[in-house]
């Protein structure tokens, strides 16, 4: 089985490598003491035992060491849990309850389910505060975390969902501990997958398709993103909604392939003309201007207005974000808070977020209603929603509603990322810079995000480049991020590139190619670039 790396490590909310000296990493039997003081890339054994001792604040993050496989949780009573794919744990010591319940300190975290059916299945869902699990009696089923997550099961195959973060609460007094261990087969290898090559040989189309999923996902063979779209094509070609579905999706996420919006589009297009809702919601998204696609808000409309019709609870949130913007249609708050709460009553944890946020704003109302938006909040957070943790994290950060408490505001956020999620790590960054003063936790927070990709951290880190805050000024670095930035349109890197080419900060100084990105980001409203354009026109002698 695979060993287990530290991914990162806090000490008392803030970075600390190592961690703490009296926190050890214990043997298997819990009798050897290996070390003292846990720092990032350690590798450790497998299982390995972390305990954190009463009274510390500190927060572990572990993951597999390569490539990714099932993860089983054992708790003190040996409750076993399994995760599929790549996700890291979470351990971080509260402090608030007794350890006496493995299965009560676990929560539902990530995306929210969707099963989508073909033929006349029979499935049945089990939702707990711990795990979903999805079992299929007949027909075909497809379970979905969200766009890059998927997974089939036929006939009596189980599928087991579940959460990527637990939160540890220890008892003020006293010690407790997690057991990690990976093991190398995902958890639904052991079905045949020598079937599904078999139908996928005879060239039978669900066969190639579910062969397709077996290698995209990694399920019981290694994965291969080629594979994936070569046997994914075969059956694309014949007409297989799911299969033209999932091409658009490598496309749109550059699995396997060079990311390509106008080809994402094109299979989408074709699967949403047979009536595919996924393809549809897709659709929806990707008209709203992703990946090189030009806008098209009413079309966007259009594609997700019917997933609705099919009872697309992410539909029926994107229409509201549509309302709530004014995006295609006339900005109408009502609109949009009708669709959010019927997205939310379906369970779409984003919906509550959206719901919170209108109140925190109090965007078609009289006054915000902070009250109101952390009870929404708090109701995506027991869905699971990370999204509602930062809605959290904004109200203690901005004290709306409850005291200011950048601290707390930074613990709501870091479990999510500490697991990844670049927008969170972009925030917990900016809490840090403009909250704590503490450049240094800024920069490790930005430098995360901003080689996720994330374009407005790639302004931020930019920023502190460019002006030398927290490290040293580096024009060449701030350049490079500005680009990178700029190549996804995000107006603040086109800001960053138009001030770096107007003062000539480690670039020759030129007014012309200035205008030219200060006009770029302008036209996305951005005031300081429209300031900026009028002050070079003035210089350069240009109309307006």
């Known amino acids: 089985m695979p060993g287990l790396t530290v991914l990162s490590v806090l000490h008392d909310g803030k970075v600390g490598d190592p961690i703490a000296s009296d926190v050890a990493v214990l043997s298997p039997d819990g009798m050897q003491t290996l070390k003292h003081g846990v720092r990032v890339g350690d590798t450790l054994p497998n299982p ?16 597999p060491t390569g490539q990714p496989g099932t993860v089983a949780l054992k708790g003190e009573a040996d409750t076993t849990f399994a995760l599929s794919g790549t996700h890291v744990l979470v351990v971080q010591k509260t402090g608030t309850a007794e350890f006496d319940d493995p299965q009560a300190s676990f929560r539902v975290t990530g995306g929210q389910l969707d099963v989508a059916d073909s033929g006349d299945p029979t499935y049945s869902v089990d939702v707990t505060a711990t795990h979903v699990t999805v079992t299929c009696t007949q027909g075909t089923i497809e379970v979905r975390r969200d766009v890059n997550s998927a997974a089939t099961s036929s006939g009596t195959r189980p599928i087991a969902i579940m959460v990527a ?28 997958v020598a079937g599904d090559e078999a139908a996928a040989n005879r060239g039978e189309t669900n066969g190639e398709y579910n062969l397709a999923m077996r290698f995209e996902n990694g399920d019981g063979v290694a994965q291969d993103y080629s594979a994936a779209l070569h046997w994914l094509t075969l059956a694309a070609q014949k007409g297989n909604a799911n299969a033209q579905d999932a091409i658009g999706v490598l496309y749109f996420s550059g699995k396997g392939v060079v990311q390509d919006g106008s080809a994402a589009q094109h299979w ?9 809702v996924d393809a549809e919601v897709n659709l929806g998204s990707i008209y709203t201007g992703l990946h090189g696609v030009s806008a098209d808000y009413a079309a966007a409309l259009h594609w997700e207005e019917l997933a609705a019709a099919q009872g697309s609870r992410s ?68 869905q699971g929603n990370a999204w509602d943790d930062a809605g959290i994290a904004d109200l203690y950060y901005h004290g709306y509603g409850v005291p200011r408490d950048v601290a707390t505001a930074i613990r709501w956020l870091l479990p999510a990322a500490a697991s990844g999620t670049r927008a969170a790590q972009c925030t917990v960054g900016s809490y840090y810079q403009f909250g704590e003063h503490d450049l240094a936790d800024a920069l490790h927070w930005y430098t995360l995000s901003a080689q996720q990709g994330f374009g407005y951290c790639q302004y931020l880190l930019g920023l502190l480049y460019e002006n030398g805050r927290g490290i040293a000024r580096d024009y060449a670095q701030a350049l490079h991020w500005f680009q990178l930035g700029a190549a996804q349109n995000n107006p603040f890197d086109e800001l960053g590139l138009g001030d770096l080419f107007e003062h000539g900060f480690g670039v020759s100084q030129d007014y012309a190619t200035a205008l030219h990105w200060y006009q770029l980001a302008a036209a996305q409203g951005v005031s300081d670039a429209q300031a900026a354009v009028e002050r070079l026109q003035q210089r350069l002698h240009q109309p307006p």
């Open 315 to 382: 539909a029926a949130c994107g229409i509201g974000y549509l309302y709530e913007h004014g995006l295609g249609v006339a900005r109408d708050y009502a609109a949009a808070m009708h669709w959010y709460q019927l997205s939310a009553a379906q369970g779409y944890g984003y919906a509550y977020y959206s719901l919170g946020v209108m109140y925190e704003r109090g965007e078609g109302m009289a006054a915000p209603d902070y009250a109101t938006a952390l009870r929404w909040f708090e109701r995506g957070v027991a």
């Open 165 to 192: 973060t637990r939160v540890d609460q220890l008892a003020p007094t006293g010690t407790s501990s997690i057991t990690y261990q990976v093991h190398g087969s995902s958890a639904t290898a052991s079905v045949d």
């Open 268 to 276: 989408f297009q074709l699967s949403a003309a047979q009536g595919n």
């Open 48 to 63: 390995v035992r972390i305990e954190v001792p009463a009274g510390s604040d500190d927060t572990v993050v572990v993951g």
